[in-house]
């Protein structure tokens, strides 16, 4: 079983930056391919970024494409966390972010995703 905790998430301006955190248990966590993804009220959960674990495609990254060359996706296997940096927020960045965990999956499909996190808010205001 894989339990996952994001942090990180606040209330910033349009502009300004956030770096996410998901801490995740489990001794196999470099396996995993990690991802983040995000719901606003009212909309459908949709695909932020995503990197592959060592199982296949090792480290290899995947962006939406409105966040593309904005946010960075980064692991660190030694202590089994998985970051989001975002910058150059703008307000429909504003949503509950969400880690997630698959062994090996189509990234950017939520429901490929066995595990997954409580969330954390970000709010950009304009």
């Known amino acids: 079983q894989v339990q996952l905790v994001e942090s990180g998430g606040g209330l910033v301006q349009a502009g300004a930056s956030l770096r996410l955190s998901c801490a995740a248990s489990?001794?196999?966590?470099?396996?995993?391919?990690m991802g983040w993804f995000r719901q606003a009220p009212g909309q459908e959960r949709e695909f932020v970024a995503a990197i592959r674990g060592s199982g296949g495609s090792p480290d290899s990254h995947y962006y939406e494409d409105s966040v593309k060359g904005r946010f960075t996706i980064s692991r660190d296997n030694a202590r089994s966390t998985v970051d989001l940096q975002m910058n150059s927020l703008k307000p429909e960045d504003t949503a509950v972010y969400y880690c997630?965990?698959?062994?090996?999956?189509?990234?950017?499909?939520?429901?490929?995703?066995?595990?997954w996190g409580k969330g954390t808010q970000v709010t950009v205001s304009s």
């Open positions: 489990g001794r196999t966590f470099d396996l995993y391919t």
């Open positions: 997630a965990v698959c062994a090996y999956c189509v990234i950017d499909r939520s429901n490929g995703y066995p595990y």
